[in-house]
């Protein structure tokens, strides 16, 4: 139980991590747990992935609360100068929220019937070391280009409704291919469309909500009579060790991007790509 409960701990740090940063929590778990596997079943492994993630989703529900949140207390006077005490619904939130929903149509319409398959034949080492490395190449380029160029949009409430739906076929392609990294495909998407990077990292952190929540409630389903075995404080150390280091991966990121580019996280991608590339062709 020791180990396993170590095993959650450095697996929840490595979620928390590498969901929120652009450089493929697939790619780092896969390669993890070649080297460090928990002494449990394979379905019950399967729900610690979930339930972990959904440590993850929680972090950006905390931190970004007041803009997601569409009821807003009415700040405006009545004639005795007294704040008024109702709420009302904030038509910026709901925009912000539609947006998010168009953004989420490619991959519940495309993505969820075509999920099987390819979690069958992408899911592995190799397919995760290519697409670590091809969209490591592509943020270096994107980033590039955009380095004499000034961004058309520079706010969460300025992405359109195509901007919006140009996102959402980019996480479409993460969502298919393991390795791509959500929030990686859904930024370099909004840079090409000239959307400048904290807006780009925001709109991807709302994005995951629906997104992530979504394929979280289904695994749920599937595994939910494991959910209360033996192992179960397994799930609830690596959901709140996710949850905690995810607040620090998502202030860091913003934090950085302020004054820096995605480049360095580029040639992560491009690096861990190659190391998984030569392991898995050596050791199979």
Same mark, same amino acid.
């Given at each position: ?75 405006? =006077?009545?004639?005795?100068?007294? &704040? ?18 168009v953004a989420s149509l490619p991959a519940i319409i495309i993505g969820l019937p075509l999920e099987d398959f390819f979690e069958a034949h992408f899911y592995n080492g190799i397919s995760v070391a290519i697409m670590l490395i091809l969209f490591g190449i592509a943020f270096i380029v994107v980033e590039t280009k955009n380095e004499d160029r ?17 996102? +959402?076929? &980019? ?7 393991? +390795? ?19 807006? &780009? ?56 991007? =302020?004054?820096?580019?995605? =480049? ?8 861990? +790509? ?11």
């Amino acid at each position: 139980m020791l180990y396993n409960l170590f095993v959650s701990v450095v697996l929840g740090i490595v979620q928390g991590i590498t969901e929120w940063l652009p450089v493929s929590s697939t790619g780092h778990m896969i390669l993890l747990n070649e080297f460090l596997k928990m002494n449990v079943s394979e379905d019950f492994f399967n729900l610690f992935l979930v339930v972990i993630q959904f440590g993850s989703i929680l972090a950006v529900v905390v931190l970004y609360f007041n803009r997601i949140w569409p009821l807003k207390k009415n700040t405006g =006077k009545s004639t005795d100068g007294k &704040a008024l005490g109702n709420y009302i619904i904030d038509s910026d939130t709901i925009s912000l929220w539609l947006k998010i929903i168009v953004a989420s149509l490619p991959a519940i319409i495309i993505g969820l019937p075509l999920e099987d398959f390819f979690e069958a034949h992408f899911y592995n080492g190799i397919s995760v070391a290519i697409m670590l490395i091809l969209f490591g190449i592509a943020f270096i380029v994107v980033e590039t280009k955009n380095e004499d160029r000034t961004p058309v949009c520079t706010s969460v409430g300025g992405i359109t409704y195509q901007a919006a739906l140009f996102i +959402g076929f &980019a996480q479409l392609i993460a969502a298919l291919f393991p +390795g791509t990294s959500r929030s990686g495909a859904t930024i370099i998407a909004a840079l090409i469309i000239g959307i400048d990077r904290i807006s &780009a990292a925001e709109f991807t952190f709302f994005l995951a909500i629906p997104a992530m929540f979504g394929a979280s409630l289904l695994k749920l389903i599937k595994y939910r009579e494991l959910l209360f075995s033996s192992d179960m404080i397994l799930l609830l150390v690596g959901m709140v060790v996710a949850f905690v280091v995810s607040i620090f991966a998502i202030r860091f990121l913003m934090n950085y991007i =302020k004054t820096n580019n995605f =480049k360095v996280f580029g040639w992560y991608r491009i690096g861990l +790509g190659t190391l998984m590339m030569m392991y898995f062709l050596i050791f199979g």
